[in-house]
């Protein structure tokens, strides 16, 4: 099977389940035991560039496996736009290495408009930095790094000499918070001792 006609295949499925989600019921989440159930059980013993060992699992399986949007849409996660998912396929397809202007200079020149473009969408200083980050996870342990790195002041001998007798942290949140704030500040060594929880009146959910 060629490139070609395996790209053909999984837009045919994408395009089958874009049509088809507006007149799907939605269903409570999947068990993890379903899910498993829809892949094969053993690590496959072929192996090659994998277009050409790539065949598709019949449809029925898996089917009840996927969670639909309009559910994560209460998460705070969900609803991609078409456009969107069309320049992901593009990125995916292209597979270039975004590290910086040298490996893939036309993605940092992406990355720097879309910069300004949040900037001016946020009212924020065109000369403030920025970084697009991969999720609540990663957007938490920058902005702590950050928030350490200038609460301790003396920059530059921090990054030189470590954060031995920095001052410590306090993380004010409340307890409906996302739990990637815990797991930020034990990446960080800041520890979670130092999260105070503010009252608030405000329920979850």
Not at 42 to 51: F, K, L, Q, V, Y
Not at 60 to 85: M, Q, V
Not at 118 to 147: D, E, N, R, Y
Request: proline fraction near 5%.
């Amino acid at each position: 099977m060629n490139v070609k006609s395996l790209l053909d295949i999984a837009a045919a499925h994408a395009n089958r389940y874009l049509e088809s989600r507006d007149s799907r019921r939605l269903r409570r989440p999947p068990r993890s035991t379903s899910c498993a159930r829809a892949l094969p059980g053993r690590c496959p013993r072929r192996h090659g560039s994998g277009a050409g060992h790539w065949r598709p699992r019949p449809r029925h399986r898996g089917r009840n496996s996927r969670i639909d949007e309009r559910s994560l849409l209460r998460l705070g996660h969900g609803g991609t736009l078409p456009a969107a998912l069309a320049a992901d396929w593009l990125t995916s397809a292209w597979d270039q290495n975004g590290a910086s202007n040298l490996t893939a200079p036309a993605e940092a020149v992406v990355e720097e408009v879309c910069g300004a473009w949040a900037k001016q969408l946020l009212g924020i200083p065109a000369s403030a930095s920025f970084a697009f980050v991969t999720g609540s996870q990663m957007a938490h342990a920058t902005a702590f790094a950050s928030a350490r790195h200038s609460f301790s002041g003396r920059g530059l001998e921090r990054r030189e000499k470590g954060l031995a007798g920095a001052p410590q942290l306090r993380v004010l949140t409340t307890e409906i918070r996302h739990e990637s704030i815990i797991r930020a500040v034990r990446l960080l060594g800041i520890g979670s001792d130092a999260i105070s929880h503010v009252p608030t009146t405000i329920a979850a959910g």
